[in-house]
């Protein structure tokens, strides 16, 4: 059971999967998963009288163990850790550091007065009934008010960029609040103001021009794009801090990260048709169980104005980047032609020779 409950092909590894790609659109291949516990041989099998039994899938179970580890791995290269998820990260801690505890702004009373609570405080002294009092209500809240009252463009900007669809906003409140209670009395005053602020941004988005331009400004000047190797997002830091005239300016970040497609210390093992027993990774011959580097970078045109770099330098460093994306784009689309050229349309040369 230990396999089943804590390994590489795990119950709890089986469900996140599942779940996280049906909310992210990308539920097509959970078939796939499910073929993990319906259509595989997993046995217990003794090696020897020195070690204890281990659990065994059969040969023909090694495609789908493939494509799982596959389909993980895309998930954390494409989600978890895709560019625009590593800005969103960056993004709130900024946010929280430089403006609200900063008192760069008058708005979000409620949410700055509790985030300061903790500023200054061992996680020791923290009082768990006040840290749980930070719900998801709390901080909509307070990003919506500076949304609807704050005089500062880029602040706005930034609070917008933290914002999930209208869509998300009313599934919080219908997850949150009991969506049957008719009796508003019985609504607490933060959640009362929830309602009244989703409904504002669900009425006024339709005709409130500025946040309308805000908007559009973010889709223009925050720019996530996934980068190939390690030179790459080298020459592109070089090129963004050379515009910026900055070797270190917040705004801007470069990312890489390991994605460990198997890990040996979880291993899983294959018994063959000779009965004889493997372990996963004598089975990499294409090298398609190797770890995969992943390289992001992100510009947040708001906060490069609020830390003080002027227009055009802002311009051009955008302009850079999404010159960058069309590029890497273009490279991408390429090698997934020359594959299929490859693999699909290798030329007769019987046919050249003929003539």
């Known amino acids: 059971m230990e396999l089943l409950c804590e390994g590489s092909i ?25 073929k993990i516990n319906e259509d595989t041989n997993l046995s217990q099998t003794k090696v020897n009288k020195n070690i204890e039994n281990i659990y065994t899938y059969k040969d023909e179970d090694l495609k789908y163990i493939k494509q799982f580890l596959n389909i993980r791995e895309n998930m954390y290269e494409n ?44 996680i020791k002294e923290i009082d768990i009934n006040e840290y749980i009092k930070g719900t998801d209500i709390l901080w909509y809240n307070g990003l919506i008010d500076i949304i609807r009252n704050s005089q500062d463009e880029e602040i706005k900007q930034i609070a917008l960029l933290l914002m999930p669809s209208n869509n998300g906003l009313i599934n919080i409140a219908i997850n949150t609040l009991d969506p049957k209670n008719s009796e508003q ?10 309602i009244k ?12 021009e500025e946040i309308q331009a805000l908007r559009a400004k973010n889709a223009k000047e925050c720019i996530t794009i996934k980068v190939k190797t390690q030179e790459q997002v080298e020459r592109i830091k070089h090129e963004i801090t050379k515009i910026l005239n900055k070797q270190e300016v917040l705004g801007f970040e470069v990312c890489k990260q390991k994605l460990k497609k198997y890990k040996q210390s979880e291993p899983i093992y294959i018994e063959d048709n000779s009965k004889k027993i493997k372990e996963l990774s004598e089975y990499n011959e294409d090298n398609e169980l190797d770890d995969v580097n992943s390289y992001c970078a992100f510009l947040v045109g708001p906060i490069l104005r609020l ?41 007769n040369m019987d046919w050249f020779e003929e003539r």
């Open 10 to 34: 795990d119950f709890d590894r089986e469900d996140f999967l599942v779940r996280d790609r049906l909310y992210v659109g990308r539920e097509q291949e959970n078939g796939i998963i499910s």
């Open 79 to 122: 989600e978890y850790h895709s560019p625009k998820r590593k800005m969103l990260e960056y993004v709130p801690q900024y946010f929280i550091n430089k403006i609200l505890l900063a008192e760069k702004c008058t708005q979000a009373d409620s949410l700055r007065r509790y985030l300061k609570q903790f500023t200054s405080k061992d």
């Open 185 to 194: 009395s019985e609504y607490s005053e933060e959640e009362k103001e929830y």
């Open 197 to 208: 602020n989703v409904k504002y941004l669900i009425d006024e988005n339709k005709k409130d």
């Open 307 to 347: 830390e003080g770099i002027d227009e055009k330098r802002i311009e051009e460093a955008v302009n850079f980047l999404r010159q960058q994306e069309k590029v890497l784009n273009a490279s991408v689309k390429e090698e997934g032609r020359m594959r299929l050229f490859k693999t699909e349309n290798k030329p």
